[in-house]
């Protein structure tokens, strides 16, 4: 049997093929060409893009699975806006107060205005408030009104001291009185016993008589003494009387007097209280009409730019409340507000570190890998929000962080896009590829756990930082 050489590269001569014996011829065997024998031996061969393509296999499965074992920075994303942190430092609409027809602008879109610069000047079109002379007719009446009012008070000035005088001459006569009351009581007490003296002298004379030791004469004199002496007691009783009489009349008649004046500057403090009260009510009349003129120039509430007109034009008619412009402030404190998921806002507190994508600014974004990152910029965690949104997303308000990185850009304007994601826990790459597959939530890991910074959820912000935070520096 001959032996089959393998195939070189060489160009090797093609033998002729053997005619000298039949094919199939049972004395000579099977016949095989040479050029047969050379093809079978070119299959044994591996040809050369074979073993390159699976050194390609292998060296790509080797690196995968040296991949799994690299380091993956964990994170939680959001989108948002670029805000300011202070609602005073945000666009403000200003409205106007009153309604009125615009009568003058006092400035254009895009102008620094200083706080109380004006900005425009309304005009009047209200009926009531049409005549120019309205605070000085109004503050007029309020006058006359509180002249009246001082002139009433007067009166109860003036009936006051009445009443204490009617009070002191009631006190006097009353006293009067008594002490007439008094003298007729005694002069009754004195007059009973002059009476009973002269009933026992006339009752001794009876009795002189009946034994004619005396005559009748001054039994007579006796009785007509006796008889005089009733009378007395009866006058002074009657006198008694009418000096009690006359200590109610005093009473009665004083007492009327007095209730009369007291009823009199009753109802004088109570014109004086409804004068006060109208008083009052012009007074604010007034004062509201003066700050109404003061209105009619609407001024720049704080410093800053004039950035929107919303109204034009001389001679419209614009409603009370109606804005007018919108000013932004001149130097806000910026802030970016991200909108995150439900899911995600439990592994965010105060104080975690953020690292921001501001649009149109160039970035080189590794999210994963936040050191080889270029153009994002770092911030931490300031705000969250306790309740969600309409569309069940909070919002984290976050603000510039320098410690680790440098400033924001100075071009950015407040309501430019920005992608935000804070970083969480250093994992590998096998491990949050089988999170992600499984639908894991990210790791976080609490203080207590060495080599790590983060912080225990719904805690304070110490030790907030996921990661590397010189990561992203520009």
């Known amino acids: 049997m001959a032996t089959i050489t393998p195939p070189t590269t060489d160009a090797v001569p093609r033998p002729s093929i053997a005619t000298g014996a039949r094919a199939g011829s049972p004395s000579e065997g099977p016949a095989y060409s040479d050029a047969d024998h050379l093809e079978s031996a070119k299959l044994l061969v591996t040809p050369r893009s074979h073993r390159t393509f699976v050194r390609i296999v292998l060296g790509t499965i080797v690196a995968i699975i040296l991949a799994m074992f690299l380091p993956w920075q964990q994170y939680v994303s959001g989108d948002g806006s670029v805000t300011a942190l202070s609602p005073s430092d945000r666009p403000q609409v200003v409205p106007t107060v009153i309604a009125g027809r615009i009568a003058e602008w006092f400035v254009q879109e895009g102008q620094a205005v200083r706080r109380g610069d004006p900005i425009l000047r309304i005009e009047e079109v209200k009926a009531e408030y049409l005549d120019s002379n309205t605070v000085v007719r109004y503050r007029q009446a309020r006058d ?147 700050l109404r003129n003061r209105l009619y120039v609407i001024r720049a509430p704080q410093d800053g730019y004039i950035v929107r007109a919303t109204q034009a034009g001389v001679g419209q008619q614009l409603k009370e409340g109606e804005s007018v412009v919108t000013v932004m402030p001149g130097s806000p404190r910026k802030a970016v507000a991200l909108m995150v998921k439900a899911m995600d806002v439990p592994l965010l507190s105060v104080g975690r570190e953020v690292r921001l994508q501001f649009d149109g600014w160039p970035a080189l974004q590794f999210i994963g890998w936040p050191s080889v990152a270029v153009g994002t910029f770092g911030g931490r965690v300031q705000v969250i929000d306790r309740v969600p949104n309409a569309d069940g997303k909070f919002r984290v308000l976050v603000v510039e962080d320098t410690r680790h990185d440098d400033p924001w850009p100075p071009q950015l304007n407040l309501g430019s896009g920005v992608l935000g994601w804070a970083l969480l826990d250093n994992v590998t790459v096998g491990f949050e590829l089988w999170r992600q597959i499984n639908g894991f939530p990210p790791s976080l890991r609490t203080p207590s756990d060495e080599g790590f910074g983060g912080e225990v959820l719904g805690g304070d912000a110490k030790g907030a930082k996921g990661g590397d935070a010189k990561g992203g520096k520009k």
Request: no cysteine; hydrophobic share 35%; net charge neutral.
């Open 144 to 290: 006359s009104k509180a002249s009246a009012v001082t002139s009433k008070e007067e009166k109860v000035r003036q009936l006051t001291a009445m009443i204490e005088l009617l009070e002191q001459n009631q006190r006097l006569s009353m006293d009067k009185a008594r002490t007439k009351i008094a003298q007729y009581e005694a002069e009754l007490r004195a007059a009973v016993v002059d009476s009973a003296t002269y009933l026992a002298q006339y009752e001794r004379q009876q009795q002189l008589l009946d034994q004619e030791l005396t005559t009748q004469t001054a039994l007579e004199n006796a009785r007509l003494r006796w008889q005089n002496g009733i009378a007395k007691v009866q006058e002074k009783r009657q006198g008694l009387q009418a000096s009690r009489i006359e200590l109610n009349s005093v009473q009665v008649d004083y007492g009327e007097k007095i209730a009369k004046a007291r009823s009199d500057r009753a109802a004088t403090q109570a014109e004086v209280g409804e004068g006060r009260s109208d008083v009052a009510k012009m007074t604010n009349d007034v004062d509201n009409l003066t």
